[in-house]
């Protein structure tokens, strides 16, 4: 796919792989990106032959250093702002998005990296990675969902603890916290993302899909709720 | 004064003789005080669990979890059954070498009353909070941080520097990221994004926003003015 500036999408084998690419700015996370972001996103739901998705960062520096704040304050106001939230909710389709997906993250991973990290299934990174959520000192919050995905996989205490201080948190520690499922050397990352990737998209696409929303629905249910959803769910694969 | 206020930093050292009424009235004063960006609480734990256990009907972990502003406790020695409850209802809760963790109740036909059963799973699991209430286990330093219950084996002095960290934080941000990340615990997530992107937004009109921005391209430290 042609005519993305802020990142790139590439198709290997059944995996989609949108690269953010502002190297120079650690992938800052711009209005551009969210853009080319939303049509990428797009592209890997809809076409059949793209069994999963990755999430990766170019350059050396890392992942994502978060939003650009150089482009804060250019909403022309908080109705215009909260409209754009919602206009195209990037996040909720990054959640929903009925394959698997993965973030590889490396060195620089903060802010609405971390978010984005933390908007897919599944997460590798590589022993050098950073992680930490500096908003509040900025007189922010994190705003790709943070607050709301990150307590659901590392539990509330710890969520807390990092959206409250900003801390740094290695790659090792996020391997024990719950949040990176894989920690490797950074040299192996992509290649080895790309091949766990496969491997979990290597089952049928359907129970993949049903898994995942039956994981993620099922989390703000009742159990009762989320069994009857899980049998529902299942029914329909015989 | 039980709660002392210094680097917009309110100190709540715990001590016998400090009744649950009393300390429930100066938590909600502390509410409304905009000097205060944050709680730091330390001391003696097992006489706030004797002072829950003398009055119950107090109020007084309800005011604790109802302060709009982080609060970072630091457990130094043993915290038992009412005690934690207390310390659950703390935001960052770090623990020292001589810190001990129990919520065992059941074992004396009792039953947690202070939101032990709902916020220890919240916090740890439900496995880990079970063994706890159910057989009494007793986490050691590592193992509560291990599973989430502290957030870190610290001493005192660098307990109250990551309070006086928050504290640097911009004030109503912190107030705000507070107030999601408890959130999570208690709305389907669609709803708990909504609120997320409501008090993003609600930010845009804040001075301490445009200020932490500029500092940041500036290359400086922000001044929050919580406003």
């Known amino acids: 796919m042609s005519g993305f500036l802020a990142l790139r999408y590439e198709k290997r084998d059944g995996a989609a792989v949108i690269t953010l690419n502002r190297p120079d700015a650690v992938n800052a996370f711009n209005l551009r990106m969210r853009d080319e972001f939303w049509e990428a996103l797009t592209a890997a739901r809809d076409d059949p032959d793209v069994r999963g998705l990755l999430v990766a960062g170019a350059g050396e520096r890392g992942f994502c250093a978060g939003a650009d704040l150089a482009e804060f304050g250019s909403s022309p106001s908080q109705a215009a702002a909260r409209y754009a939230r919602w206009a195209r909710d990037l996040w909720g389709a990054l959640l929903d998005l009925p394959k698997p997906t993965m973030a590889a993250a490396h060195g620089v991973c903060f802010g609405s990296g971390l978010e984005i990290a933390a908007l897919c299934d599944l997460r590798i990174v590589s022993s050098d990675a950073v992680f930490a959520l500096p908003e509040a000192s900025l007189g922010l919050i994190p705003a790709a969902g943070g607050t709301q995905t990150l307590p659901r996989i590392i539990g509330l205490p710890r969520a807390m603890e990092a959206a409250l201080t900003g801390r740094r948190v290695s790659a090792q520690e996020a391997h024990r916290a719950g949040f990176a499922d894989w920690v490797v050397p950074r040299e192996r990352l992509l290649r080895e993302a790309e091949e766990r990737l496969r491997a979990v998209a290597s089952a049928p696409p359907d129970a993949l899909a049903l898994v995942k929303r039956a994981v993620n629905e099922g989390a703000d249910m009742t159990l009762g709720e989320g069994l009857r959803l899980e049998r529902r769910l299942a029914a329909r694969l015989g | 004064m039980l709660i002392e206020i210094r680097d917009a930093t309110a100190r709540l050292a715990l001590a016998v003789g400090q009744g649950a009424f009393a300390l429930a009235d100066a938590l909600r004063e502390l509410d409304a005080d905009p000097d205060a960006r944050v709680l730091f609480v330390s001391g003696d734990w097992e006489a706030v669990g004797a002072a829950l256990r003398a009055d119950p009907d107090a109020g007084l972990v309800e005011a604790l979890a109802a302060l709009r502003i ?15 409850e207390f310390a659950l209802a703390a935001d960052v809760r770090f623990a020292g070498a001589a810190a001990a963790f129990r919520m065992a109740q059941a074992r004396g036909g009792r039953t947690p009353r202070h939101g032990g059963t709902q916020r220890l799973p919240r916090a740890v699991g439900r496995g880990a909070a079970m063994r706890m209430l159910l057989a009494g286990d007793a986490p050691d330093v590592d193992e509560a941080v291990r599973i989430g219950l502290a957030q870190g084996a610290a001493s005192e002095a660098d307990a109250e520097r990551v309070a006086l960290a928050i504290a640097g934080a911009g004030p109503i941000a912190a107030q705000y990221v507070k107030e999601a990340v408890a959130a999570s615990a208690d709305l389907p997530l669609r709803d708990g994004l909504r609120l997320e992107a ?24 922000p001044r929050f003015e919580g406003r």
Not at chain 2, 199 to 218: I, K, N, P, Q, Y
């Open chain 2, 70 to 84: 982080p609060v970072v406790a630091w457990v130094g020695g043993p915290c038992f059954d009412e005690a934690l």
């Open chain 2, 198 to 221: 409501d008090l993003s937004v609600l930010l845009h009109a804040t001075a301490d926003r445009a200020e932490g921005v500029r500092s940041f391209l500036e290359k400086r430290l």
